[in-house]
């Protein structure tokens, strides 16, 4: 299970490393919406609905994403990928495990709770590399964060509601894609969505990514607990540096080595 969900962090990092390198972000994230729901809407009709106790959790969810990816594109709009990136997505670990711990009866033991931590905070030092984080770009990643924190914790509890963790992930990635467009619409306009084939092919191929990424993460988070599921798929930033490096000619500072090893640390104590 555990090389599942760092699968699925490779999979987050390419696709948030295709959306953050997009001119234009908003119409983006619409496209990848669209396309998700579209692979859903086919995919439901040859598999059984969850169970009707998980409805509530999937509407919910749908909703959450819908902020969540309206705050992504805010956060990348105000700052560089390197500090929105790991506020948005170190907070998140910290809010799950307190929110499962909450609302779901999971407490992590010493070593787990331990690796939700070094994940955390290794990966929240990575946006004050030799710099300060403009205030303008700090409550927009915290708000992302939250976001993420909430649906995580809704599609965890959801999940085991449903019996069946691939028709709820259909389901609840249905509705964002539904309900995005129309925001996009109010902002832009209909005729606006049509682009070149090339970018318009990424962005379909960013949204595929990102559905099953995170189709794997429900299904990691309806056999363990939430909290450690969150903080491996955190260690996403790992690969995004990986990527930045391979692929964008980035450098990698011994700051930045250093913060990963304390991730790479935390992810081998909750697989532990």
Same mark, same amino acid.
């Given at each position: 299970?555990?090389?599942?969900?760092?699968?699925?962090?490779?999979?987050?990092? #390419?696709?948030?490393?295709? @959306?953050?390198? &997009?001119?234009?972000?908003?119409?983006?994230?619409?496209?990848?919406?669209?396309?998700?729901?579209?692979?859903?809407?086919?995919?439901?009709?040859?598999?059984?609905?969850?169970?009707?106790?998980?409805?509530?959790?999937?509407?919910?969810?749908? %909703?959450?994403?819908?902020?969540?990816?309206?705050?992504?594109?805010?956060?990348?709009?105000?700052?560089?990928?390197?500090?929105?990136?790991?506020?948005?997505?170190?907070?998140?670990?910290?809010?799950?495990? %307190?929110?499962?711990?909450?609302?779901?009866?999971?407490?992590?033991?010493?070593?787990?709770?331990?690796?939700?931590?070094?994940?955390?905070?290794?990966?929240?030092?990575?946006?004050?590399?030799?710099?300060?984080?403009?205030? #303008?770009?700090?409550?927009?990643?915290?708000?992302?964060?939250?976001?993420?924190?909430?649906?995580?914790?809704?599609?965890?509890? &959801?999940?085991?509601?449903?019996?069946?963790?691939?028709?709820?992930?259909?389901?609840?990635?249905?509705?964002?894609?539904?309900?995005?467009?129309?925001?996009?619409?109010?902002?832009? #306009?209909?005729?606006? @969505?049509?682009?070149?084939?090339?970018?318009?092919?990424?962005?379909?191929?960013?949204? %595929?990514?990102?559905?099953? &990424?995170?189709?794997?993460?429900?299904?990691?988070?309806?056999? &363990?607990?939430?909290?450690?599921?969150?903080?491996?798929?955190?260690?996403?930033?790992?690969?995004?540096?990986?990527?930045?490096?391979?692929?964008?000619?980035?450098?990698?500072?011994?700051?930045?080595?250093?913060?990963?090893?304390?991730?790479?640390?935390?992810?081998?104590?909750?697989?532990?």
């Amino acid at each position: 299970m555990t090389a599942l969900v760092l699968f699925a962090a490779f999979l987050h990092a #390419s696709w948030n490393a295709l @959306l953050r390198g &997009g001119a234009d972000r908003l119409w983006a994230m619409t496209i990848m919406c669209i396309t998700t729901s579209a692979v859903c809407a086919i995919a439901v009709i040859f598999i059984a609905p969850p169970a009707s106790a998980s409805w509530p959790y999937v509407a919910a969810s749908g %909703i959450l994403h819908v902020g969540y990816n309206l705050f992504l594109v805010r956060t990348y709009r105000t700052g560089d990928l390197g500090q929105t990136y790991p506020i948005a997505r170190g907070s998140s670990p910290v809010l799950v495990t %307190i929110g499962s711990a909450l609302f779901a009866g999971e407490i992590p033991g010493p070593v787990s709770l331990l690796g939700v931590l070094l994940v955390s905070g290794g990966i929240v030092s990575l946006a004050f590399e030799q710099r300060r984080l403009p205030s #303008s770009t700090l409550p927009y990643a915290l708000i992302t964060g939250a976001f993420i924190g909430a649906y995580s914790v809704t599609d965890g509890i &959801g999940v085991r509601l449903s019996g069946d963790p691939v028709s709820y992930t259909l389901w609840m990635e249905l509705f964002p894609g539904i309900l995005f467009p129309f925001l996009y619409a109010h902002r832009r #306009s209909w005729a606006s @969505l049509i682009r070149g084939r090339t970018e318009t092919a990424l962005a379909i191929g960013g949204g %595929i990514v990102s559905m099953v &990424g995170y189709g794997i993460i429900i299904f990691a988070m309806a056999r &363990g607990p939430m909290g450690s599921v969150s903080a491996l798929r955190e260690t996403s930033v790992v690969f995004a540096a990986l990527i930045g490096v391979i692929f964008l000619g980035e450098r990698l500072s011994l700051y930045r080595m250093a913060a990963c090893c304390v991730i790479a640390l935390g992810a081998v104590c909750i697989a532990g």
